[in-house]
Structure formats: C-alpha cells, structure tokens
C-alpha cells in the first residue's frame, strides 16, 4: 500500500464512510487536533520520568485514536464499525488525578508552565488538549458529538495538569508562582 494517494492534492479529504470535505473543514480540525495531541502524548511517555505510566498514557493515547475515528466519521451509522470510548474512561483519568494530588502540595497560585524539559512537554500537551476539546466542542454545535467525548477531553486536560505538578515534584523542580504585577 503507498503512503501517497494524490487523492487529497485537491485540499478535500475523505471521511469514514467514504464522503470528502476541505480539509480546512471542522470536523478535519476537530480530529486534526486530536492526532497532534496524541504525538504530544508520545513524546511525554518518552520521558524518563514517566516510565511508571506508561501503561495508562498508551491507554489514553489509544482513547484518543477511538476519538479521532469516531469524529472522523459523519454518518451515525457507520459509528458501529468504530470501537466506542471505553465506559470507564472519564474515571479511571480521575482516579490517576486523585492518586497522584495525594502527594502534591496545595496550590496556593496559579503555576507558570515550565521548570524541566519533560513538566514543559508536559504543559504543552495541556495546551494542545484544551485546543482539541475547544474544536470538537465548535463541531459539536453543527453536528452530534458524543458527550463522553467532551467530558474525556476535559478530564484529560486535568490529568495532564496534575501531571506535570506530579513530574515536577519527582524531578524535585520547585513550581514557580504567577505573582501578577501591579
């Protein structure tokens, strides 16, 4: 199978289901965002720090392929070829997020991004995550999106924030404070 098929050398490309669309289409930016997310994803699973979680961001980076699948696909009907978000999705990011805040300090500030390599990545993937649940929430309001996968994206923009306060502290980076002047 070629990597190539010139088929979207028009700026159209094809939806599960078989219909084209611009590229530049929301749907497109939609799923878009979510791949772009999952790459961010990859490369925060590459950091030494986070070999213990490995498991659960492969998960997650899995969640977000389902995600991706389901929104590119425009007629309800070929959703039943498409795995579903597991059930207990939303959970188990909650679950991670109440695990690791056990051991943080209460923030008392906002927190700016940044401190090591891997709590910046980090940070970034927060920032692409809140773009993504933002595009799907845009395709939301044309056409039917499934809630849970809102209510995912939002979860996971949590986890990701928590996470880079857990990378931080095992890192034994100390958090800067936003301090507004004036």
């Known amino acids: 199978m070629k990597i190539y098929t010139k088929t979207g050398d028009s700026g159209k490309t094809g939806l599960f289901g078989g219909s084209r669309v611009s590229k530049s289409h929301v749907r497109i930016e939609a799923y878009g965002t979510i791949d772009e997310l999952n790459s961010h994803l990859g490369l925060l699973r ?22 991706g699948s389901r929104l590119a696909t425009e007629d309800p009907s070929q959703l039943t070829k498409i795995p579903t978000l597991p059930e207990d999705g939303v959970s188990q990011l909650e679950e991670a997020i109440d695990r690791m805040d056990e051991s943080l300090a209460p923030m008392k500030n906002f927190i700016l991004p940044g401190g090591h390599p891997s709590v910046s990545a980090g940070h970034i993937a927060r920032c692409v995550c809140r773009r993504a649940e933002r595009r799907v929430v845009t395709l939301s309001e044309v056409t039917e999106v499934e809630e849970n996968i809102i209510h995912y994206l939002n979860r996971l923009s949590d986890y990701l924030f928590v996470l880079c306060r857990k990378m931080g502290s095992e890192l034994e980076i100390e958090e800067t404070p936003w301090k507004p002047r004036g």
């Open 46 to 67: 590459d950091q030494e720090v986070n070999q213990s979680r490995v498991e659960l961001i492969v998960q997650i980076q899995e969640n977000l392929f389902t995600i």
